[in-house]
């Protein structure tokens, strides 16, 4: 008895539909995405011109002051005084810390000032004032 | 002869060959035209805590903002536009000149970021923030 040769069958992936899948993906991305504007408190800040990049976000880390005179840091708000604390642990984990302030423009200096004071008690000296482009 | 002949089923088709090309390029086009908005800022560095340094004061351009927001260079009163020409007249006399920004506690931080980035523009080497 011979044995038959199967008929070779042709097995093959529609890919008509590809685009579609593509578009998909597309639409929900753009849908989906929402690019993300900054927590914290609701603020005004001061407008420059003279400004420089901040290189990465990896080092950043933000204190929020708003014109109550709330201080905010990572989302949680806290007393200035404690900022020294915080500030410190952030820096023995990231020598490289840059500490970027969010103020409101109607913030009074003696706030300002008190933070410079917290923030070189805890040995955090790279500052950025974050500010509007003109 | 029969009219009601049926005609046969046409198909029409739209070439989706290149579809996935348009989807690639408007994918392209938004990954370009997304900018990811980068912080900006006035950069300074603080001095150590403890590590005040003893300058000669004729070396020192002190600048001093009262409440309502106006600035005093070396006690007389300036506009803050005027800052930055100022400076660099001072700068080109003396380079080693340090400016000192001391402001009232209750100055407003919008004018103490404009007296800073007229500092800036001037290409201020060093800039002593004074408690």
Redesign the interface.
Known sequence: MEFKKKSKLKIAIPT?A???I??ML?FFF?VSSV?RTHEGLNIIM?????????ES?VH?TYIWVSKEGLVSIDDKLYQVQSIRNIMYEKRTTDPQL?V?IR????????L??KI??E???A?A?????????I | MSLLKKKGIRYAEMP?GS??D???L??IF?MVA?T??????????????GGEIEMSSKNITNIL?DPRGGVFMDDKEVDIKEIKGLIETIQIQNPKMVFSVK????????I???V??QL??AKTRVIS?A?
Do not use: C
């Open positions: 008509a590809m685009p579609d593509i578009f597309i753009m690019l001061p407008k420059a011109k003279q400004i420089e990049k901040l976000r950043v840059i970027s103020s409101d423009e109607l913030v009074h200096m003696d300002i000032s410079h004071k923030l070189r008690l040995d000296l790279a500052v950025n004032y974050s500010t509007r482009a | 989706s579809m996935a348009i989807a690639f408007i994918l938004f997304t990811i908005d980068m912080d900006k800022g006035i950069g300074i560095v603080l001095p150590a805590e903002i402001s009232h506690p209750r100055t407003k931080y919008k103490y970021i404009e800073l980035d800036k523009q923030i408690e």
